[in-house]
T-cell receptor, first 109, second 115 residues
Framework: DAKTTQPTSMDCAEGRAANLPCNHS???????VYWYRQIHSQGPQYIIH???NNETNEMASLIITEDRKSSTLILPHATLRDTAVYYC??????????FGTGTSLTVIP | GAVVSQHPSRVICKSGTSVKIECRSL??????MFWYRQFPKKSLMLMAT?????????EQGVEKDKFLINHASLTLSTLTVTSAHPEDSSFYIC???????????FGEGSWLTVV
């Protein structure tokens, strides 16, 4: 079962940074934090994942707190195409991959 | 990045018939694939985990005789919905674990409509 809690929805102005929080207070030491997004009627798209350290790629940055009980996905300059449902998932390789309810992000012009 | 392809993207079938959905990893070998279904405005619900060469592991409440999963090769898994009924109409999505074991890639999804 999903072990994450995310806000149901968020808005962000176009061009501004979108900061999406996720709580995973029961995360185990060997579980990674993954972020995916899903645009309507498409399969989920991988964004980023991390274990302990902060991570950055061409799409986003992932900030994980020191106690690993929460994380934040940062889209540095949100565009209208970033409007989607964003899922935070904790997962250990070899286990099942469960989705929570996600955050519906709306980027406003 | 790695690509996972599903086919068909949309299918309409008559009630009582069976329909097969294919999931292929196009440029990597996938020892594990996951199958999900998703209802409108809902999250993805894991149906089963498919391991190459062995029987799939089904989530609680998912009928294994109704949703047949075969993972006969490292690049192909299939989901067969048997004796389909209108309530089986849904968006079905597969995913595959990449060779590095840490990243999971998703297919584009398949819309099933049972009439």
């Amino acid at each position: 079962d999903a072990k994450t809690t995310q806000p149901t929805s968020m808005d962000c102005a176009e061009g501004r940074a979108a900061n999406l929080p996720c709580n995973h207070s029961t995360i185990s030491g060997n579980e990674y934090v993954y972020w995916y997004r899903q645009i309507h009627s498409q399969g989920p798209q991988y964004i980023i994942h991390g274990l302990k350290n902060n991570e950055t790629n061409e799409m986003a940055s992932l900030i994980i707190t020191e106690d690993r009980k929460s994380s934040t996905l940062i889209l540095p300059h949100a565009t209208l195409r970033d409007t989607a449902v964003y899922y935070c998932i904790v997962h250990y390789t070899g286990n099942q991959f469960y989705f929570g309810t996600g955050t519906s992000l709306t980027v406003i012009p | 990045g790695a690509v996972v392809s599903q086919h068909p993207s949309r299918v309409i079938c008559k009630s009582g018939t069976s329909v097969k959905i294919e999931c292929r990893s196009l440029d990597f070998q996938a020892t594990t694939m996951f199958w999900y279904r998703q209802f409108p405005k809902k999250s993805l619900m894991l149906m089963a985990t498919s391991n190459e060469g062995s029987k799939a592991t089904y989530e609680q409440g998912v009928e294994k005789d109704k949703f047949l999963i075969n993972h006969a090769s490292l690049t192909l898994s299939t989901l067969t919905v048997t004796s389909a009924h209108p309530e089986d109409s849904s968006f079905y999505i597969c995913s595959a674990r990449g060779q590095n074991g840490n990243t999971i890639y998703f297919g584009e999804g398949s819309w099933l409509t049972v009439v």
